[in-house]
């Protein structure tokens, strides 16, 4: 390689590891930040809704004198009964109660007909947290009942409850607890290729629009070095902060994993050394899109925090495709594979769900990543070299 080129890279490595509060932004955010937060999320949420379906289930109901039968048997399942008074509705919509049942004065009546006996219950399913978890505590122990005496009545009458099951369902659930634990994960391509795209962001700006700020271009331009040669170091220098922290990011990953409740959801994720290869293969490509792409839109803007804005949209790119996949299954093709980005969702969430990666989606998904990347380089060098947008004025 060009001494030129490699000593600004190397000017460029070294002032912005000077600058602590970027260092510490777009790499210890992003690389770890993240997946603690994710961890510590995660852990919190399940145990609160592990607590919840443990503990006693307390029922808030109005007129329990009018189904003693239901009564007794909630009770008989370790439930507390709480007699409630009031409007069930506002009791709810201020969250004093989780849920409340309404037992009308007509219950006893249609129960003792055999005519179907109506039991009002009041929740909110739009509400946060682990309340979901007594809502279908409640109805399910409502469904119970209501089989119960409706296969006693049968009975009585001597007829089978069997008759009234036409057909029987056998589930045959193909997902595996690795498959199940990528639908848990599914939001690790977007952080991966999020952490990518912050890592080289502050660079890409500070190399440019900061220079331009600085009014220190003009001098750097003086120097006895091919322009084409001086952004091309600054590039390197740019894609290996981007590498450093999706490197960052993949080893906090696999370091969090074993404090994530995966075992308590049935799940599992495999972030072992082959696969955690096949990541730093497929993405590492896509550095060189990212870092070229920041310094285009870097070269247009005038100022340190206009670029900031411009580059920070761009992190939008990373989320259509994720976002999409998240709600649309996709069977993949190879042009999908060849296509940055949407290539790297598909590839990780294959590799989470424990499948098969065909190398030729490897390889289209490299050879895509760095044909769009070395294009891009060469318009931000086309760029560099125009007068009109290199200097602010």
Known sequence: MNKQILTVM???ITDNFRDRKTVMSSIFMGAVFMPVMFVVLMNFVVGMQKDKAEEQLELAIK???NAQSFISFVKTKGVKVNAFTGDAKKAVENKDEEAVIIIPETFADNFSKGIPAKIEVYYDASAKGAVNVTQKRIKSLISEYSRTIGMTRLQLRGISPILLQAIIIEDHDVSTAQ????????????????????GSM?????????????????????NPIKRSHLLIGKLLATISFGLVTLIATI?????AMPFMPLQDLGMTVDLGFKNVGILLL???????MAASLQTIVATYSKSFKEAQTYVNLLMFVPMIPSMALMFMPVKEKLWMMATPVLS???????????EQVAPLSIIAAIIGSLFIGLILALVAIKLYNRESLLFSD
């Not at 498959?179 to 912050?198: C, E």
């Open 251 to 255: 080893i906090s990953f696999k370091l």
């Open 10 to 12: 190397r000017k460029e």
């Open 344 to 354: 790297h969702n598909l590839i990780i969430n294959q590799i989470m769900r424990g």
């Open 202 to 222: 502050y660079l890409a700006i500070d190399t440019m629009a900061g220079e331009k700020e600085r009014n220190s271009l003009e001098a750097l331009l003086l």
């Open 63 to 65: 007129g329990i004198g």
């Open 282 to 288: 497929i993405l590492a490509p896509l550095a060189v």
């Open 179 to 198: 498959s199940k634990g990528a639908m848990f994960m599914s939001f690790l391509p977007y952080v991966l290729i999020l952490g990518l795209f912050m």
